[in-house]
């Protein structure tokens, strides 16, 4: 069975950090280009970050450069979004997302990914 699991979200304060995780299982995600999005109340969902299959290609969106890294450890078939310096408009559900890294779309379009998780919600709030 073909799953994505994110864990690691909570309430933490401004300024504080977080790191989620994201376990595959009945595939092997080595293959497969990881996204992280997320979704406010009210919003639609976003990309956040990227990465490519070998970990050396990322992509940001602009408001979590320089505040957030993904990383992964396809020999555990894990993917981490470590989240520093939160803000509170950071407040969202986060999930992972999986896609095979031989489809040639751009690394941001959520519609291509094939797996997601359920997803983990962070809080940012004093």
């Known amino acids: 069975q073909v799953q994505l699991v994110e864990s690691g979200g909570g309430l933490v304060q401004p300024g504080g950090s977080l790191r989620l995780s994201c376990a595959a299982s009945?595939?092997?995600?080595?293959?497969?280009?990881i996204g992280w999005f997320r979704q406010a109340p009210g919003k639609e969902r976003e990309f956040v970050g990227g990465i490519d299959r070998s970990g050396e290609s990322f992509d940001y969106i602009d408001s979590v450069k320089g505040r957030f890294i993904i990383s992964r450890d396809n020999d555990r078939n894990m993917a981490y979004l470590q989240m520093n310096s939160l803000k509170p408009e950071d407040t969202a559900v986060y999930y992972c997302?999986?896609?095979?890294?031989?489809?040639?779309?751009?690394?941001?379009?959520?519609?291509?990914?094939?797996?997601w998780g359920q997803g983990t919600q962070v809080t940012v709030s004093s």
């Open positions: 997302a999986a896609r095979p890294a031989f489809r040639v779309s751009p690394i941001r379009r959520k519609d291509d990914y094939d797996y």
């Open positions: 009945g595939f092997t995600l080595e293959y497969y280009v």
